[in-house]
């Protein structure tokens, strides 16, 4: 896995655990979280405060040569842009056939799970009972079940559950995702969609 330096704190991390920010055409430093932006970039902690830190210390307009336009402003477009991502991320796996919605159909599955999306009003019981069946590796609760129900085309759903097998990278690509949007959220006070 490819690492890179945040130019804030000096620190080596994996690209997942970073932000990726270039010039924009408008003269204001933009975040690329697809990586695939042109120009020179510089990496930071993805973490809100890193972000402000960096802002106020001048750091993105001395290595990129553009600042932010509103710390607060684009601090909450990027928040913005994790959940879309991560949800589009999602879609793109229920497409794929690696999702199974809804507590029920999670209960009667026989397949191997590595995760599962709860929403954040769901049943914690119900939580506790789908994950110790499941044996899955990790949980988030970052999607409102309006959001999960959306990535099924219904009106809400609960419980989301992410299959091992079908595609290990798509799962593992969902799970970064939402590793990013919950460290980005919890450090901006982003948490709701």
């Known amino acids: 896995m490819a690492e890179r330096t945040c130019i804030l704190s000096g620190k080596t991390l ?3 655990r970073l932000i990726r920010f270039v010039a924009g055409p408008d003269g204001f430093a933009v975040a690329d979280l697809a990586e695939k932006l042109p120009g020179r970039g510089a990496w930071i902690e993805v973490d809100a405060d890193a972000v402000r ?3 106020d210390k001048g750091v993105l307009q001395r290595r990129v040569g553009a600042g932010l336009r509103d710390v607060e402003d684009d601090i909450g477009r ?19 056939g690696c999702l199974v919605g809804g507590a029920g159909k999670l209960a009667a599955a026989r397949d191997e799970f590595v995760g599962l999306l709860a929403a954040p009003d769901a049943s914690e019981r119900e ?3 789908l994950s110790s069946r499941l044996g899955v590796e990790w949980v988030t609760r970052l999607f409102s079940a309006e959001e999960l129900g959306s990535i099924f085309g219904r009106g809400s759903l609960a ?10 990278k798509l799962a593992e690509s969902l799970r970064c995702d939402m590793d990013r949007l919950g460290a980005f959220s919890a450090s901006s006070g982003c948490q709701a969609g």
């Open 14 to 16: 994996p690209r997942e």
């Open 53 to 55: 830190r960096a802002a």
């Open 78 to 96: 990027i928040a913005s842009m994790m959940r879309g991502r991560a949800l589009a991320t999602a879609g793109l796996a229920r497409r794929a």
């Open 127 to 129: 939580l506790r009972r």
């Open 159 to 168: 419980f989301v559950g992410v299959h091992a097998g079908r595609s290990r």
